[in-house]
């Protein structure tokens, strides 16, 4: 459907701040009202493909590397020996994509909502789900993340929550309830890493988890990356864990362990970058350490 060039979408996560931003489309591949909620991808002159959920942007040909590099790689290197990695949402496959580069994985379960999000993304991410859907380590469970980690009898090494933000489906994926059902589910030692919104626009979201992840786990963080298309300078992942150690490994010990990785291709993540995400910048430390379990 050629659309005029001059119609722009919408950002409209941060409207409430006062804040908006549109993107001029060059064309709409494809536009619907899911059974959850609205999808639009469409064709953008500088970020390429762009997918939006909600009025929110959740992926871009032009910068999504930096968010699926840094919500796999510095979880699964930072554990040293997963096996089973668990992706709650990842819709578009990206996610698993980076997951199955590490050949040292033996199972990677995606639990989607909508298999209309990955439907769509068979015909318009090929780059994410060729690699992923034949994969025979790749599992793909079209179910509500929270009903699944209720009651799954499976144990993971990794979780990585790869939600939309927390407002319709993936509200619930920012709850108490979710984040306990995780822990259950979840081998010792296991590390869940988590989508948390971008610090400067969205502070009592990522303290809100923070706090969360401190009443059920010994170590409850978070690490920061810089993602254009999700605007505001920070992005922050959370970071929930029983052994605090593994946030402090060393450069050292990370570039051994890519190297038994088989040092595949990567153009954000690096041995120096994902030690480097730990250090927070002060407004967010300040931020973080407050924190505190109510
Ligand atoms: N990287 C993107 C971001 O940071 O905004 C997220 C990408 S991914 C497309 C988000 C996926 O989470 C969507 O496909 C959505 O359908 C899925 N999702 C939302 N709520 C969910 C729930 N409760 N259970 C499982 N998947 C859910």
Redesign the pocket.
């Known amino acids: 459907m050629r659309m005029g060039l001059n119609r722009r979408i919408p950002e409209t996560l941060f409207d409430g701040h006062g804040f908006g931003m549109a993107y001029e489309v060059d064309r709409v591949l494809y536009e619907m009202q ?1 059974e ?2 609205h999808l639009v991808l469409f064709e953008h002159k500088f970020f390429g493909k762009m ?1 939006m ?1 909600d009025g ?4 871009t040909s032009k910068d ?1 590397f930096i ?2 590099e840094m ?1 796999t790689h510095v979880p699964i290197l930072a554990h040293g020996h997963a096996r089973e990695v668990l992706i ?5 496959c ?2 698993a994509e980076e997951v199955l580069k590490h050949k040292s994985i033996r199972r990677v379960t995606q ?4 298999a209309s ?2 439907e769509f ?1 068979k015909e318009h991410f090929p780059e994410f789900t060729k690699p992923v859907l034949g994969n025979k380590r790749f599992d793909l469970v079209i ?6 980690v209720a009651k799954t009898e499976r144990r993971f090494d990794i979780v990585i929550v ?4 927390p407002q ?6 920012f709850s108490h309830k ?1 984040y306990a059902a995780c822990r259950r589910c979840m081998t010792n030692g296991a590390i869940m890493v988590t ?1 948390n919104g971008v610090p400067i626009f969205q502070p009592a979201e990522l303290t809100a988890s923070i706090a969360k992840f401190r009443k059920l786990f010994a170590d409850g963080s978070c690490y920061l990356a810089a ?1 254009p298309t ?1 605007v505001g300078g920070h ?1 922050a992942m959370g970071w929930a864990t029983d052994n605090a150690k593994l946030r402090q490994a060393p450069v050292k010990t990370i570039a051994e362990r890519y190297k038994k990785a088989g040092r595949f291709a990567t153009k954000y993540w690096t041995p120096e970058v994902h030690v480097a995400a730990f250090a927070l910048p002060r407004f967010i430390a300040e931020k973080v350490g407050k924190a505190r379990k109510r």
């Open positions: 899911t959850h909620q997918l959920l929110a942007t959740q992926v999504e968010y699926h919500m709650v949402g990842g819709g578009d990206g996610i639990v989607e909502i909508d999000v990955v993304s179910d509500d993340g929270m009903k699944f790869d939600s939309t933000d319709g489906p993936g509200k619930v994926l979710f989508q993602i999700y992005m």
